[in-house]
């Protein structure tokens, strides 16, 4: 059974930097991504990114801070997020995209200013 476990959020100020982590267990897939979601708000896409590392996309909101990236040998999923802004604060999930695997239980990212 596909699993995911993410890591590295926490609380930083505005302008500051995070990395975050997912491992997947389970089995890969083509595309991967990181999601994440508010109190009340519907789970978003913040980035995806393909089997071999070379076509990725991301949000408008995002675009230039954040990085994806994955090892395929380690089935790992990263989130370079630089520049922080407090609208940033959520919870963060990774999951194949579409988003077809179960949920883990994410990693919360509070920005403060």
């Known amino acids: 059974q596909v699993q995911h476990v993410e890591s590295g959020g926490g609380l930083v100020q505005a302008g500051g930097s995070l990395r975050l982590s997912c491992a997947r267990s389970?089995?890969?897939?083509?595309?991967m991504g990181w999601f994440r979601q508010t109190p009340g708000n519907e789970r978003e896409l913040v980035a995806n990114?393909?089997?071999?590392?070379?076509?990725?996309h991301y949000t408008d909101a995002v675009k230039g801070r954040f990085t994806i990236s994955r090892d395929n040998a380690k089935n790992y999923v990263y989130l370079q997020m630089n520049s922080l802004k407090p609208d940033d604060t959520a919870v963060y999930y990774c999951?194949?995209?579409?988003?077809?695997?179960?949920w883990g239980q994410g990693t919360q990212v509070t920005v403060s200013t």
């Open positions: 999951n194949s995209f579409p988003p077809e695997d179960p």
């Open positions: 389970g089995g890969a897939t083509y595309f």
């Open positions: 990114i393909n089997y071999m590392g070379d076509v990725t």
